[in-house]
């Protein structure tokens, strides 16, 4: 009798392991002004958003970024460094340049000899706002 509940308990949890579970969801109501994809944007103290771009044209990689903070930022500063993925998989260092503004709004871009493959854009920043320093870092990865 042991034998056969131990058995049973077994394949029950067999059975479940494997399920799949299937989801929905649909917008209702009010809800229907939402119907644009909706991103995720991390909450920064001083920072609002951080766009990075990666492109390919004639030869050359182009990266562009841009670091826009909120009222009261007295200070930007950036460095943007670009990678690219070797024939191992490893990320190889192609280049860095480093950018600063005394306002609200950091833009820069450039361009560098590159072939076709997969990079990566990585912003260090760092926005004094209000006497208050806040640092972030993001990557931007791309096949281009």
């Not at 562009?64 to 990320?91: N, P, Q």
Request: net charge positive; with cysteine.
């Amino acid at each position: 009798m042991k034998k056969r509940i131990f058995a049973v308990v077994c394949v029950c949890i067999m059975l479940f392991s494997v399920a799949q579970v299937n989801a929905a969801a649909s917008i209702s109501g009010d809800a229907e002004q939402f119907r644009e994809p909706i991103g995720i944007s991390p909450f920064w103290d001083n920072i609002g958003t951080i766009s990075l771009n990666l492109s390919r044209s004639g030869g050359n990689i182009n990266w562009s970024g841009s670091v826009v903070a909120f009222s009261g930022t007295t200070r930007i500063t950036a460095t943007y460094t670009l990678e690219r993925v070797d024939d191992f998989g490893r990320w190889v260092f192609v280049g860095s340049w480093n950018h600063s503004s005394n306002s609200a709004v950091l833009t820069a871009s450039g361009s560098t000899p590159g072939a076709a493959g997969t990079y990566r854009l990585t912003v260090r920043t760092t926005v004094t706002r209000n006497g208050v320093n806040e640092t972030v870092t993001l990557s931007h990865m791309r096949a281009v």
